[in-house]
């Protein structure tokens, strides 16, 4: 099984950085099956990212993902308030499981 | 719109069973897969089940495999989620997802509770 590990497990920025969200897989997986999402509290989770690097319908271009092999990243370029959330990364494709990783808290200071 | 919304979550005892549902509208429910995926309490996602158009291809989680059944009506929009043999480690909000071209899930209900306690 496909192991999916994201880092760091919180990230505390201030509006306008940058922020840098890592995912690791435990073994080499097509970019075309790695998706990324936003969970804010008590909401369903948002798709961003599907394919490592194309922005879902409705996601600001501050989000960007790109990657490959083992290694992926998310992107937001320019940090705003409502940014903060936990963002997961998930292996997809038809081969289960559809693993997600554990999660990466973003606070705004 | 596009939207899909559980039922069905409750509080039940461990060796229970207890069926989800999950309403379809705004889209052609019957040529897209589903899934099933979890989320216990202050804890990550956890994907649980899936189910092509068509039911020809079905996986579950090793965690549910043999208790938990994935069905759909698709005329009546309808996604299912039989859970039995239920244990206290399947608390979680369970929630409905459309699969996007097996790339990712891009369409998410608010999630149902099932609460598995004595």
Avoid at chain 1, 1 to 10: A, M, N, R, S
Avoid at chain 1, 20 to 39: F, G, H, M, P, V
Avoid at chain 2, 31 to 48: D, H
Avoid at chain 2, 63 to 83: C, H, P
């Amino acid at each position: 099984e496909i192991v999916l590990t994201q880092f760091p497990g919180t990230l505390s920025l201030s509006p306008g950085e940058r922020a840098t969200l890592s995912c690791r897989a435990s073994q080499s997986i097509s970019s075309t099956n790695l998706a990324w999402y936003q969970q804010k509290p008590g909401q369903a989770p948002r798709l961003l990212i599907y394919g490592a690097s194309s922005r879902a319908t409705g996601i600001p271009d501050r989000f960007s993902g790109s990657g490959s092999g083992t290694d992926f990243t998310l992107t937001i370029s320019r940090l705003e308030p409502e940014d903060s959330a936990v963002y997961y990364c998930q292996r997809y494709g038809n081969s289960p499981p559809r693993t997600f990783g554990q999660g990466t808290k973003v606070e705004i200071k | 719109e596009v939207q899909v919304v559980e039922s069905g979550g409750d509080w039940v005892q461990p060796g229970g069973s207890l069926r989800l549902s999950c309403a379809a509208s705004g889209f052609n429910f019957g040529g897209y897969g589903m899934n099933w995926v979890r989320q216990a309490p202050g804890k990550g996602l956890e994907w649980v089940s899936y189910i092509s158009w068509g039911s020809n291809i079905i996986h579950y989680a090793e965690s549910v495999e043999g208790r938990f059944t994935i069905s759909r009506d698709d005329a009546k929009n309808t996604l299912y989620l039989q859970m039995d043999s239920l244990r206290a480690e399947d608390t979680a909000v369970y929630f409905c997802a459309r699969d996007l071209r097996d790339q990712a899930l891009d369409c998410w209900g608010q999630g149902t509770l099932v609460t598995v306690s004595s």
